[in-house]
């Protein structure tokens, strides 16, 4: 049984829960972070010195934090040779997607894009600095839009890990209030993801408690 803290919200969270789910892994999550407090517990600082969420535990061994190390570990031992190749040189195609999407497009979008436009009072907001940021977002999902335009999937033409990395961020992108850069193969790839169960149950999810108005 896993044991998850973080809440829902958060979309390191999210991108866990969805690879929980594609594994259909059995588990139970505890709200912790935001508006559920509870990062500056002892108990926490047990859990993860960093007191950052998502932390993961799998039955009685250590706990394990940092979203990449986790869904590396989840993909490695519960996953199947598809999704996360036993093969090094097979395995470094799909890291090296994960690894891209997680440096260049999720942190290129969580903080400069969404927090601007959702965390950020309107009256507060400053659209030059919104429209420079997108701008530079866009440029990265423009390299996932050429490589979505040869195959189905990110790191090839089955789903795996890199997916979950770039996937989880798309939901945001194309549901918040900006002009978007047409990106067609993208928005294809959006549409395939939003048809799968996971991805609609641990992605697709409300972020208006993060609204600030």
Not at 1 to 24: F, P
Not at 39 to 67: A, H, K
Request: hydrophobic share 40%; charged share 20%.
């Amino acid at each position: 049984m896993l044991t998850i803290w973080g809440r829902k919200t958060s979309s390191n969270v999210q991108a866990l829960m969805w690879c929980v789910g594609e594994l259909d892994l059995p588990h139970i999550r505890h709200d912790a972070g935001h508006r559920y407090g509870g990062l500056d517990t002892p108990e926490f600082g047990r859990l993860n010195p960093n007191r950052t969420i998502p932390v993961l535990q799998d039955g009685s061994n250590p706990p394990i934090w940092e979203t990449g190390a986790i869904l590396r570990y989840l993909a490695a031992r519960y996953g199947k040779d598809s999704f996360w190749p036993a093969d090094p040189t097979r395995r470094a195609r799909v890291d090296q997607w994960a690894e891209w999407a997680k440096l260049n497009v999720a942190q290129a979008f969580t903080t400069p894009v969404f927090w601007r436009v959702v965390r950020t009072a309107p009256q507060q907001r400053d659209p030059i600095a919104i429209a420079q940021a997108l701008q530079e977002l866009e440029a990265k999902l423009a390299l996932a839009d050429t490589q979505l335009s040869r195959h189905a999937h990110l790191a090839g033409d089955a789903f795996t890990l890199a997916d979950i990395q770039l996937g989880h961020i798309l939901y945001r992108y194309y549901d918040i209030d900006v002009t978007r850069m047409p990106l067609p193969h993208l928005q294809l790839y959006y549409q395939r993801l939003c048809a799968r169960p996971a991805f609609r149950q641990h992605v697709m999810i409300s972020y208006e408690e993060l609204r600030v108005t």
